[in-house]
């Protein structure tokens, strides 16, 4: 006989551990990838249905009644817009300009680092530092229901003009990883009345964080032959620019907020949402619609951006607070 409440309560725990190793987990799974090679060739179809899935998950968080308070006060929305859409690009741009000015690939793969939609993780990380919750939700569904028009106009104005860009089926890849499976996540949510997000939500989050290290190691699989036979010391610079672009967005981002007069809790969940991006969708489309050495600024940031999340953050909000969401986990 199987005892629901046990079983739920070990997915809980098992989440919290994930949690905890997350900053590890991703840069195994780059590891992983490189070493197992063409030998999980065969899985490479499964990355569209892994994504969709951790994009559902995340979306079973979010619900209607949470937009309200914060559409009626519509300016932190449109700073994030200006953060996330305007200035951290022309940042990758500058960046990627100065460091490879004549390599378009390389520099498409940085400007792509902050093309993507903001990252669902972003929400867990404002919660922690007890942003305001309510405003990271909503962002991550703007960023969301914008991402098939302003990614591929992003990194086709500021990327490479000599690489090949499929706007059309980045668009449509877009819509079927990331808004649609969202959309039916909140949808479901809204009717439950938010039960979904305290009962069945908990037991599904180790799963995306499963699917995620699972991209990535079948993506950087997928690539690894290319990478191996062209490794050289430009490595180290481009892992360099993508460390450095994940630093420089977090000071950035929280700058920007305090300009505009935003509170502590405001600012701690645009700075999370300006800053951290859906990176695992960065390297789907890498992979799909560009050469493999695109990707290799994507790989460096998949392993730069959860470690940096937590010392930059640190730096800019002290100490941190247990999550809401993980009390609740833990107590359900």
């Known amino acids: 006989m199987f005892h629901f409440r ?3 309560q070990k997915l809980t725990a098992l989440n919290t551990t994930l949690d905890r190793l997350m900053p590890a987990l991703t840069p195994l799974g780059v590891l992983f990838g490189l070493i197992l090679g063409n030998r999980v060739q065969a899985l490479g179809s499964w990355t569209g249905f892994l994504f969709a899935t951790i994009t ?6 979010i619900s209607a009644s949470q937009f309200g308070s914060v559409v009626k006060r519509p300016k932190a929305l449109l700073v994030f817009l200006v953060g996330s859409t305007v200035i951290m690009p022309m940042v990758s741009w500058l960046f990627a300009s100065l460091a490879f000015g004549s390599n378009a690939e390389i520099k498409t793969g940085i400007v792509l680092l ?4 903001t990252a669902l993780t972003g929400y867990i990380w404002s919660s922690i530092y ?7 939700l909503t962002i991550i569904l703007l960023g969301t229901l914008i991402a098939p028009l302003a990614t591929p106009l992003i990194v086709k104005t500021l990327g490479g003009a000599s690489v090949a860009i499929d706007s059309r089926g980045m668009m449509i890849s877009l819509l079927t990883l990331v808004v649609i499976p969202t959309t039916i996540g909140s949808v479901i949510n809204t009717l439950s009345g938010a039960r979904v997000t305290v009962r ?12 995620l290290v699972m991209i990535v190691i079948i993506n950087t699989a997928a690539v690894s032959e290319q990478l191996l036979a062209n490794l050289s010391l430009s490595y180290a610079a481009i892992a360099l620019s993508s ?3 994940a630093i420089s967005g977090y000071p950035i981002a929280a700058s920007l907020a305090r300009l505009f007069g935003f509170e502590r809790q405001e600012t701690v969940s645009l700075t999370f949402a300006i800053s951290m991006r859906n990176i695992s969708a960065a390297l789907v489309l890498a992979i799909q619609y ?14 730069f951006q959860q470690s940096t999340a937590a010392l930059m953050a640190s730096l800019l909000f002290g100490k941190s607070h247990p999550s809401p969401i993980i009390a609740k986990e833990q107590t359900s």
């Open 114 to 117: 902050t093309a993507i939609p």
């Open 200 to 211: 069945i939500t908990p037991s599904l989050k180790p799963f995306s964080k499963i699917a």
């Open 56 to 61: 559902f998950i995340g979306g079973l968080g």
């Open 290 to 303: 560009f050469p493999p050495t695109t990707a290799l600024p994507v790989i460096f940031g998949i392993v």
């Open 6 to 8: 046990t079983i739920e």
């Open 130 to 136: 007890k942003g305001n919750e309510p405003l990271s």
């Open 243 to 245: 460390l450095l672009l």
